[in-house]
């Protein structure tokens, strides 16, 4: 899949700078960035606006819409996100996300920041990570496009408790440092190092034959999922 023109990225997919630069306060908004993102960070006041039209990024709606369309371009296939089964669902989707995407991604941001915490600094990949309605016949909590430069990591925020976003990004983020989708010995030790580093249980394979270490891998550290992702995203938990 091509990579999409930076141009295309929406101002209100989170905020790609903050988590390759823990302790940095956010860099400051610069002109035409959402208003979500940049609260009242101009002095407009004194002077008059150009015009009365609303600004359309002021309307969650337009926000949400234009996020899913950011996600869109950065995961594997445009299909693997979720937007509804019909009209109202994705007007409720939408406008959820415009209203809480901002505090979801931070706490990602946090999330990702506390794994590259592992490594040296020379050694941190660049990585983004967004929080994601994965469409639910795909069946995944969340993936990791190792195609594109920052990686991208889309965390499907709804089919995972909170409790479990720190695994959940831990397991991803092993993938994006080695830029590699498998589930084998690097993986394993990439995966062991940032169980030990943030608390987690590491995963035990000793005797195992490659197949049983592979799906022991694949679903380590273990999350349970919620049956319903889409209501967590409709905003009825
Ligand atoms: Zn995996």
Redesign the pocket.
């Known amino acids: 899949m091509p990579q999409p023109p930076h141009s295309s990225i929406p101002p209100s997919a989170g905020d790609p700078h903050r988590e390759g630069s823990p302790g940095e306060p956010p860099k400051s908004s610069s002109e035409g960035l959402s208003p979500v993102l940049s609260p009242g960070s101009h002095s407009r006041s004194d002077r008059p606006p150009a015009s009365q039209l609303p600004d359309p990024m002021s309307d969650p709606f337009v926000r949400g819409s234009e996020y899913l369309n950011g996600l869109r371009q950065k995961a594997l296939t445009s299909d693997a996100i979720a937007g509804g089964e019909d009209i109202i669902d994705r007007i409720r989707i939408c406008t959820w996300i415009g209203e809480h995407i901002d505090a979801l991604n931070q706490e990602l941001a946090e999330c990702l920041c506390a794994c590259h915490q592992c490594f040296p600094t020379q050694d941190r990949r660049a990585i983004e990570i967004f929080a994601a309605p994965i469409a639910p016949e795909f069946g995944i909590d969340?993936l990791?496009n190792i195609l594109l430069d920052p990686v991208v990591i889309l965390i499907d925020v709804g089919r995972t408790a909170p409790a479990d976003w720190l695994s959940i990004v831990v397991?991803?983020y092993?993938?994006a440092h080695l830029k590699s989708?498998?589930?084998d010995r690097p993986?394993f030790e990439v995966l062991t190092h940032l169980c030990l580093g943030l608390g987690l249980p590491p995963p035990v394979v000793e005797g195992m034959d490659p197949q049983t270490m592979e799906a022991t891998?694949?679903n380590w550290p273990h999350c349970g999922s919620t049956a319903d992702s889409l209501a967590f995203w409709m905003g009825r938990e």
């Open positions: 969340a990791c397991h991803e092993a993938h989708p498998g589930h993986f891998l694949r």
